[in-house]
Nanobody, 117 residues
Framework: QVQLVESGGGLVQPGGSLRLSCAAS????????MGWYRQAPGKQRELVAA???????NYADSVKGRFTISRDNAKNTVYLQMNSLKPEDTAVYYC???????????WGRGTQVTVSS
């Protein structure tokens, strides 16, 4: 049974930082191109960062220079370091594989990130 469990969200002031984690089980984690996604209220889910099995990385333009994705294949975990957070980063953050409209696995519960003063 595949499980994706996201954690690390919270309430942070603008300019602050958070580190998100996504622990995967039931999959051969190391072979997958893992992504971090987010969904803000009233908006479609979007891909913000992805990391390949070989360490190749892509970012959405909106987070370039502020977010860093990484992975630890020994721990079956993908991370998202988020710095210089802005109110527009407020969303529920998820991890998965593939396009946001048709991911490979069932979505986990996500982790809420709220950026507000």
């Amino acid at each position: 049974q595949v499980q994706l469990v996201e954690s690390g969200g919270g309430l942070v002031q603008p300019g602050g930082s958070l580190r998100l984690s996504c622990a995967a089980s039931g999959i051969v984690f190391r072979i997958y191109f893992m992504g971090w996604y987010r969904q803000a209220p009233g908006k479609q889910r979007e891909l913000v960062a992805a990391i390949s099995s070989g360490g190749g990385i892509n970012y959405a333009d909106s987070v370039k220079g502020r977010f860093t994705i990484s992975r630890d294949n020994a721990k079956n975990t993908v991370y998202l370091q988020m710095n210089s957070l802005k109110p527009e980063d407020t969303a529920v953050y998820y991890c998965n594989v593939g396009p946001p409209t048709s991911p490979l696995f069932t979505w986990g519960r996500g982790t809420q990130v709220t950026v507000s003063s």
